[in-house]
């Protein structure tokens, strides 16, 4: 079974509608991030947490919000989505004792189209 | 301007070429990643490095800390090494990354 699941992998939805993406992990890592994928641009940043009671905003956080029910579960809402929003949509966990590397472990993605 | 900078963006070979993705970063930083997108979208960390060079098979990772600068090389190619590459660092006194762009790599049979 994968370590770092998404949900759903793939959402069409239209605009001014409420999304959840769920991401959910069994690696036991404190940290959990979501990034937002466009073609040309790169990983971007939405949101962070290094753990249940630390969130903190990334580069791009305007529009979406995030809930951290457990240390395993990180859930990224668009409240009303628009379509500059369509993107490919990435979970990633890491554990703090790596160290210096920080690597990060990615879940599979979630395509998100707003209409 | 980007803290991190690949090239080329695309690169088409034919089997059996070597191949080489440059990295280069106007930051201080603690290590550098590389990681490789398939086509299905999933993403999987290649490399972690701070200094030097690491060997996995056919792909070899340097780095070169003066210059701000990183290689990914790929020796005998093959179809599927097609994919994206994506260079990533962690910013000095940072726990997050910084990503590049990405390098489109397609190698032909």
């Known amino acids: 079974d994968a370590d770092v699941t998404q949900t759903p992998r793939n959402r069409i939805t239209k605009t001014g509608k409420r999304i959840m993406l769920e991401c959910s992990q069994t690696k036991g890592h404190d940290r959990m991030y979501w990034y937002r994928q466009d073609p040309g641009l790169g990983l971007r940043l939405i949101y962070y947490?290094?753990?249940?009671?630390?969130?903190n905003k990334g580069e791009i956080s305007d529009g979406y919000s995030v809930s951290r029910q457990a240390q395993a579960k990180f859930s990224l809402s668009l409240e009303s989505a628009i379509p500059n929003q369509t993107a490919l949509y990435f979970c990633?966990?890491?554990?703090?004792?790596?160290?210096?590397?920080?690597?990060?472990?990615f879940g599979p993605g979630t395509r998100l189209t707003v209409l | 301007k980007n803290e991190v900078e690949q090239s080329p963006q695309n690169l088409t070979a034919q089997e059996g070429e070597f191949i080489t993705i440059n990295c280069s970063y106007s930051?201080?930083?603690?290590?550098l990643h590389w990681l490789q997108q398939h086509p299905g979208g999933g993403i999987v960390s290649l490399f972690m490095l701070s200094s030097g060079k690491k060997k996995h098979g056919r792909l070899i990772a340097t780095i070169n800390i003066q210059e701000k600068h990183s290689s990914l090389h790929i020796t005998a190619s093959h179809p599927r090494d097609s994919a994206v590459y994506i260079c990533?660092?962690?910013?000095?006194?940072?726990?997050?990354?910084?990503f590049g762009q990405g390098t489109r790599l397609t190698i032909n049979p």
């Open positions: 947490s290094f753990d249940v009671k630390d969130i």
């Open positions: 990633a966990t890491s554990d703090p004792s790596g160290g210096k590397y920080n690597e990060q472990f």
């Open positions: 930051v201080g930083i603690s290590a």
């Open positions: 990533a660092v962690n910013k000095e006194g940072a726990q997050k990354l910084v």
